[in-house]
């Protein structure tokens, strides 16, 4: 008796979860997502995805509302924010486009309770006062992942290094580049800033080829950059250089791995798709109660012919 | 005409030798400071003086060059646009969604229609500019900074922030060797500049409407009063601007087969520069074609000396080039205020 009593009243408690686990799912909830505008490659990326993950979180949760929003710069995306707390959002998802500046809008979404994650690039202030959750790209290991492999493949290779602009990103790949090749005969010859543009890369490449006359790879960090590398070669005529390395994960470079392209082998991934990755990770901590607060680096994968596929976008304009 | 040409004329009468040695000494000042440059790069890198980088530099210097021509007509008419890098990308862009949509059946014929497409969308963009500038009287400086926007922004939205890429291999194949190409052994870049250089000077030195130009830009006043349609003058500027926008657009798209939002960023303020390096006056009513050429090809080569010297930090470029900069222009004001 008092054993089914006991048994009664689990079942009670069973149905009672379920029950209140169903109203759960479906009461209504926003997650804001604000974004930098598409004004290069890597950012028209970043809206790709963030609308692409948006649509796939409202089919998988019914309740849910995902407004996406771009902003120019950092002022429009800080008035961009306020109207997302206005309008009413149980979780924010940005990525700054400048981030000290939008530390105050930030900080009254948090301030109201609200789960607030931040992607790719961190204040100086990054603890829990501001956010729940930081997902991020890892620079120094694009660099170190590049030079890993070109120590492996080529180990006395001499390099010349294509930088983007001087900025501290581009400082820690550079570092981490080093690291990378700590060790190995890789001799880097050169190092010069190609602006993260195709144009001046191109150029950077041609005067480096008529000052060296003779380079085994070229590493150029990112893929914009890699387009004006490729026709430079092309152009000189030149056999000596055997394969370059870039980064990012533009579809285009991606496809070259994956058609076995011998000039790109291989391309570092620092994927505009990361967005994605907060989002999901967000809506999980709204919905699922599994524990995501903290930081969430993403490896900078090698893509090789092998795997390059899963990061294959054709319809992304990056 | 106008003071300026009422006294070269009159000293050309009275004493020709000496006036002769003041012109050419202001005109020969750019080329004097390219030699010097010639001379520095030698020394800078062995390879600096190989044909192959000679060719390599003066075919980069192509976009520059060819839009600076315009630039002269524009700016010594007392105008400015400072719109034309964006305009670069902007009618690249349309080019290249035009010859990715093959509307013209065969390769040849898109291709084609697209050369079309590209010279008909520049010379409609400098049309615009000019008459803001003209019959809706805005500054230029202005103006052309609002079309500026216009085009970068329009540039962004068409590409959807991204990169807009030649597709057609057909097509592709077919127009690399306008960039990439030879003909006679010099680089068609190189051919552009100097044919378009050539038709340029021939009408600002040769022309009616070359005269016009001066005059309207040295006084707008008295050439209103000697009978000349200043707008129209000055609109038709803004047409050749756009003009040799368009073919730099030709030979630029060639070349790596694809625009974004940061093409022909700066490419103003270069242009710009090019032209005042060159000789001409930035207040308008001088006008030096071959002068412009030789500035776009300094500030070309000084980037290249800079890269193939060991010397040089590189986070220490662009203090470097400006010093020159200033430097050649120095040396140019110091030849010409001598007697």
Sequence with gaps: MKKRILGLAFAMALAGTALSGGAFAQETKTIGVSIPAADHGWTSGVVFHAERVAKLLMAEHPGLNVIVKTSPDAANQANAVQDLNTQGIDALVILPSDPDPLVNAIKEVKDKGKFVTIVDRAPSVNDDTIRDLYVAGNNPALGEVAGKYIAGKTPDAQVVVIRGLPIPIDQQRQDGFDKGIAGSNVKVLDRQFGNWNRDDAFKVMQDFLTKYQKIDVVWCQDDDMAVGVLQAIEQSGRKDIQYVVAGAGSKDMIKKVMDGDTMIPVDVLYPPAMVGTAMELTASALYDQVPVSGTYTLDATLVTKENAEKFYFPDSPF | ?339
């Excluded at chain 2, 003066?58 to 060819?66: D, E, G, P, T």
């Excluded at chain 2, 305009?87 to 079309?116: E, K, Q, R, W």
């Excluded at chain 2, 497409?117 to 500019?129: F, M, Q, R, S, T």
């Excluded at chain 2, 242009?271 to 500030?299: D, H, N, P, S």
């Design chain 2, 1 to 339: 005409m106008t003071r300026g040409t009422m006294t070269n004329m009159t000293a050309n009468g009275a004493k020709p030798a000496r006036s002769i040695r003041n012109i050419d000494l202001g005109a020969v000042a750019p080329f004097i400071a390219l030699a010097l440059l010639l001379v520095l790069g030698a020394f800078a890198h062995p390879n600096f003086l190989s044909i192959d980088n000679l060719t390599n530099v003066l075919a980069r210097s192509a976009f520059i060059a060819v839009i600076a021509v315009g630039a002269t007509f524009v700016i010594s008419s007392g105008g400015l646009d400072l719109s034309v890098g964006a305009m670069v990308a902007f009618v690249a862009s349309v080019m290249i969604l035009f010859l990715n949509s093959g509307a013209g059946g065969d390769p040849t014929m898109t291709l084609l229609a697209g050369v079309g497409i590209a010279v008909l969308v520049g010379a409609v963009c400098g049309l615009a500019n000019g008459l803001v500038t003209t019959v809706g009287r805005i500054e230029p400086f202005i103006a052309t900074l609002g079309a500026m926007g216009i085009y970068r922004g329009l540039t962004t939205w068409l590409s959807q922030g991204g990169a807009i890429t030649l597709r057609d291999p057909a097509v592709q194949s077919l127009y690399r060797p306008a960039y990439f190409g030879t003909i006679l052994g010099v680089p068609v870049p190189i051919v552009v500049i100097f044919v378009t250089a050539a038709i340029g000077a021939f009408v600002l030195y040769r022309t009616r409407y070359g005269r016009h130009v001066v005059a309207v830009g040295s006084n707008e006043d008295v050439a209103r009063y000697s009978g000349i349609k200043v707008n129209r003058v000055r609109t038709i500027a803004y047409i050749i601007q756009g003009l040799c926008v368009a073919i730099a657009v030709l030979i630029y798209v060639p070349r790596l087969g694809s625009t974004s939002a940061t093409t022909g960023i700066l490419w103003e303020l270069q242009a710009i520069t090019a032209v005042v390096v060159g000789g001409t006056a930035l207040r308008g009513g001088v006008g030096r074609i071959w002068g412009t050429i030789c500035g776009a090809f300094i500030l070309e080569i000084v980037g290249n000396i800079m890269l193939l010297s060991n010397v040089v930090s590189e986070y220490l470029l662009s203090a470097i080039q400006g010093a020159i900069i200033i430097i050649a222009m120095l040396v140019q004001r110091f030849l010409i205020r001598r007697p």
